[in-house]
């Protein structure tokens, strides 16, 4: 048994607690959350703390597998050169992979990170995640533009969801401009037809997307043309990407849309229209690192959608850590308070992965993992606020 006294305990689930005291087993099971010692621990130990003490973090959006390419591509060379850059690196020696990934596992393990939603090409981190000390779902990632290929993709992304299991794990398309109208309903037709099979999807990263889709203008004709892709069968849309492909995604799944640097009011009111279960997440490092610009976060708010937070991976961020992403939301977004941001680290993200009666709450009964964060000016984040895992 621990007990754990900090200046402020921020349950989630309730109002911060002053002086707040956290009760543990050996286990890191929750036995109580109160501001007394409860009276069948009076002879264990309290840990003082300075600073605030919140569930474990939970990053809905990584990529593991990409860690590799910490530091090789540029930033600031906008989402069409990042992904000629990707395509260029992310192929290399197998064992640089997986050490790079499993580096990257640990350092979110240090960062506070308790679980998280990581897509995946490829088999090069089942073994990691099924050693890990994180909770994972693996989004096995289809992408192909073709309507002709779309069979052989989809079925290439069943062999894969298989190399993962019995671990958490699910099929799920890229992109809009990565995925073509007959991928998309095979994937529907899977998740119509499965009882969970939770979707994330890479959403309105750049201008050049909704071009693309208004007009079939702008640099994803050029990305096409790079990689020998011959696509004069599509047609110009008349609306946006979102718009676009929402109705090809299924109601019965969760739905998590990723980035969306460049979504407006009129989409998320499209979003409204229809039955499904949407999530939002921002990643705020990224989104800096490849377009030099963030989300309009304050459309978001009070729209009464689950936001999540994710650190995108290693290629367009310099580390994985939840409240690094935090940091970066409140510089630019400074109404934005630390209860409501731990809202989306925390409770929010392990709702949308479905591990909510476990994890992103600090109650009773649940081990959500403990973080500790010190360094705040008056709950503010600083340039030296840092988080340090307890549990």
């Not at 007394?36 to 840990?47: D, G, K, R, S, Y």
């Not at 921002?282 to 009464?304: H, M, S, T, W």
Request: some cysteine.
């Amino acid at each position: 048994m621990k007990i754990f006294k900090a200046d402020y305990v921020f349950p989630v689930c309730a109002d911060p607690i002053k002086n707040g005291i956290i009760t543990v087993d050996d286990s890191g099971k929750i036995i109580s959350v109160t501001d007394q010692i409860p009276l069948a621990a009076e002879n264990v130990p309290v840990e003082q703390l300075s600073g605030i003490i919140c569930p474990g973090f939970v990053n809905t959006h990584c990529h593991v597998e990409l860690s590799h390419l910490q530091g090789k591509i540029s930033p600031n060379n906008g989402l069409v050169n990042f992904i000629k850059d990707i395509q260029q690196y992310r192929n290399t020696d197998s064992k640089e992979i997986e050490a790079a990934a499993a580096k990257a596992d640990n350092d979110m393990y240090v960062n506070g990170i308790v679980a998280v939603g990581d897509i995946s090409n490829s088999n090069a981190t089942v073994a990691i995640k099924a050693g890990s000390k994180l909770y994972y779902h693996t989004f096995v990632e289809t992408f192909g533009f073709l309507p002709n290929k779309a069979e052989e993709i989809f079925n290439n992304g069943l062999a894969l969801l298989k190399e993962f299991k019995p671990q958490s794990c699910s099929i799920t398309p890229h992109a809009p401009y990565s995925v073509s109208k007959e991928l998309f309903k095979l994937i529907k037709k899977y998740c119509d037809t499965h009882a969970k099979n939770p979707i994330s999807m890479h959403n309105q990263e750049c201008e050049d997307e909704n071009k693309f889709y208004r007009y079939k203008l702008g640099g994803f004709n050029d990305l096409y043309q790079h990689f020998g892709i011959d696509i004069s069968y599509f047609k110009p849309q008349a609306r946006n990407s979102l718009q676009s492909v929402v109705p090809l995604l299924s109601g019965r799944q969760d739905v998590l849309l990723v980035h969306n640097t460049c979504t407006n009011l009129k989409d998320i009111y499209f979003i409204k229209r229809f039955d499904h279960k949407i999530h939002w997440c921002f990643c705020p490092n990224a989104n800096l690192y490849i377009e030099g610009r963030l989300p309009k976060v304050d459309l978001f708010l009070d729209q009464g959608f689950n936001i999540t937070l994710g650190t995108d991976s290693l290629a367009s961020n310099s580390k994985l850590c939840i409240l690094s992403e935090m940091f970066a939301l409140q510089q630019k977004f400074p109404t934005l308070s630390m209860e409501k941001m731990l809202q989306w680290a925390t409770i929010n993200g392990a709702n949308y992965l479905g591990i909510g009666k476990e994890k992103g709450t600090i109650e009773a009964g649940k081990t959500p993992g403990l973080n500790l964060i010190t360094g705040l000016d008056d709950l503010n984040i600083t340039a030296d606020t840092k988080v340090k895992r307890l549990i």
